[in-house]
């Protein structure tokens, strides 16, 4: 029984004679991609196996473009950088067991940063599955279960006809807020028996709005007008819900500093007169947020890196909002807001008082001169100038990645702006290869990968790839000989360094051997030679010979 007010879609008679007489030669991998194009999809990265090769072979079939990294932990974080620039799930198709699992890392690191990836991966035939031990190729007991506890969402598929539908709930759950990675699971029998079921067509799969509750946002506001010291933190949240412009305007019309924490860079306008920027990890930004009575929190759990390493103690009210429910109050007891941050920052924006505190910009003044001060006393220059000449060598509007190396640890202090990097879980090896993946969503601005000599050789085999897709990726590789934070960490800790020592190669050489023109440079002539690296077509690579040193911890 259908009611007046119910949509019925009928199919018109051409839809009802394309759908009893689908075209030959389809098989479950077709149900796949042609899920994937009524999603909306036009790039998905990957690597084929043998479980997965009936997706592959539908691609062939699909104007979707396909990015193939070497390896797959690789292909995952050039799927999360690809979601991270625009916003939109990037799908990742893998195969089973051990092409899974190499994924693992990149799918903890697009969770800890709320990337949306929707990685399809093959499963052993449907005869295997339910925890036998048949001795199929690539099996696992349980394959689902070593990503349950990384992933956002699991969705199985046991027919051809579960597949476009477990694709668009994985694809909801993977853009609802908070953003994520999600597992779907298909096996090669499904993916590769021939299909009898009608061509895929548009797929609805609208994520779900994460409202605030209205009577929290109403004390919220009542607390942050009636403030005489409120401070905003602007975590990743931000920057995910594209809230910048309304978290500006509520800090003016609040006239509250704020600070952006290094997942957050770019939530915030980094000249603005009440931008402290994102000095977390100095103490004269700790004990000033401290000092706040009330602090309002959005977007971020203030976790390690946030908190000064947990060296944080508000003393006033807290104000949380936060689109992930396991993060909200994880570390201070607050007023929890479970909402997008953009929606949330909407309804503060209507409802607060404007303040004014003319007190509110000199404070932010001398709190970054106290920074300064402190920055200047240890003989960091030569830091300094490196990542200021990378900073003007790079266009303004030119994305950035970088891997877990001592430049990208200042890089998450002192760069003026938006940019992304692997902190969230941590793991070596992101940059190269996430910037493949924003370079595959735009072609037309270059992208800068900053690393390690020891991260750079998690992801040195993307150097085939990023020729053979001639992708304008400038690598900026730092060679210090080792792995040099883990160095300075053992030698404060221990006196001594043990395995952090490496024999690295000729990384020019090496570059130039795929094809991909690359320069050794100086401290001195850094910003030319980046500069003209950045400006020519497809990939290049600079290798800059130096040990650079950490300013001092204040948590300690």
Known sequence: MTHDHDVVLRPTGAQTAAALNPPPGRAGGDLVVETLQGLGATTVFGLPGQHALAMFDALRRSDLSYV???????????????????????????????????????????????????????????????????????????????????????????????????????????????????????PQDVLSAETALPVVTAVDATPHDLLPRPELTAVAAELLSSAARPVIIAGGGVVRADAAGKLRALAEKLAAPVVTTFGGKGAFPWEHPLSLRSWLEDRHTTDFLEDADVLLVVGSGLGELSSNYHTFAPRGRVIQIEADLGKLESNHPALGIHADARVALAALLETVRERTDPAAAESVRTVLAKVGERIAGQGLETEQRILADVRAAL??????????????????????????????????????????????????????????????????????????????????????????????????????????????????????????????????????DLAKALAEPGPSVVVLPAVLRMFAPTHR
């Open 68 to 186: 193939g990294l070497r390896m797959e932990n690789n292909a995952g974080f050039a799927a999360d950088a690809y979601g991270r620039v625009t916003g939109e799930a990037a799908p990742l198709l893998l195969s089973t067991g051990p092409g899974a699992l190499t994924s693992l890392a990149a799918l903890q690191e697009a969770a800890a940063a709320s990337a949306p990836v929707v990685a399809i991966c093959s499963q052993v035939p449907t005869a295997g599955l339910g925890g036998g031990r048949r001795g199929h190729l690539h099996e696992l007991r349980d394959q689902q279960a070593s990503f349950r506890d990384v992933v956002k969402s699991v969705h199985p598929v046991r027919g051809q006809s579960q597949i476009p539908s477990a694709i668009a709930a994985a694809w909801e759950s993977a853009l609802t807020a908070p953003h994520g990675p999600v597992w779907v699971e298909i």
């Open 395 to 528: 266009p303004v509007d030119a994305p950035s990645f970088w891997d877990m190396t001592i430049l990208a640890y200042w890089a998450w202090s002192a760069w003026p702006g938006a940019l992304h990097s692997a902190q969230g879980a941590g793991g070596l090896g992101y940059a190269f290869p996430a910037a493949i993946g924003a370079a595959a969503a735009d072609r037309t601005r270059p992208v800068l990968a900053v690393s390690g000599d020891g991260g750079a050789m998690y992801s040195i085999a993307e150097l085939a790839t990023a020729r053979q897709y001639d992708l304008p990726v400038t690598w900026l590789i730092v060679d210090d000989g080792g792995y040099g934070i883990l160095r300075e960490y053992m030698t404060d800790a221990f006196g001594a360094a043990t395995g952090t020592e490496l024999v690295t190669p000729d990384f020019v050489a090496l570059a130039e051997s795929f094809g991909v023109p690359a320069v050794r440079t100086s401290v001195e002539s850094l910003r030319a």
